[in-house]
Nanobody, 121 residues
Framework: QVQLVESGGGLVQAGGSLRLSCAAS????????MGWYRQAPGKQRELVAA???????NYADSVKGRFTVSRDNAKNTVYLQMNSLKPEDTAVYYC???????????????WGQGTQVTVSS
């Protein structure tokens, strides 16, 4: 019922920038937290950045000062502006959202399909 679709990934040179978007759709009463995770080959999935409905943010230490997460609550969309990209940022980036599907339901985590970000030297 709930679908998260990421876009904006691609290939970029070190030092460049990319902007990822993730739009949630389907049966949605409301969304609490939204965020981005990434997973590189052979590594565990890790939190990159998260943001609450009110705009409070949390970042992985490795991306602080370089990445900015934001959201448009009216569009159920979260963004990740990635600047000063490094080769170690190469990974599949996944969107996550804490979704309340009805007024009575609890929050559940939903995931996007992932978008590839590749940073070349």
């Amino acid at each position: 019922q709930v679908q998260l679709v990421e876009s904006g990934g691609g290939l970029v040179q070190a030092g460049g920038s990319l902007r990822l978007s993730c739009a949630a759709s389907g049966s949605i009463f409301g969304i609490n937290g939204m965020g981005w995770y990434r997973q590189a080959p052979g590594k565990q999935r890790e939190l990159v950045a998260a943001i609450t409905t009110g705009g409070s943010t949390n970042y992985a230490d490795s991306v602080k000062g370089r990445f900015t997460v934001s959201r448009d609550n009216a569009k159920n969309t979260v963004y990740l502006q990635m600047n000063s990209l490094k080769p170690e940022d190469t990974a599949v980036y996944y969107c996550n959202a804490e979704v309340k599907r009805t007024h009575w339901s609890t929050l559940r985590n939903y995931w996007g399909q992932g978008t590839q970000v590749t940073v070349s030297s």
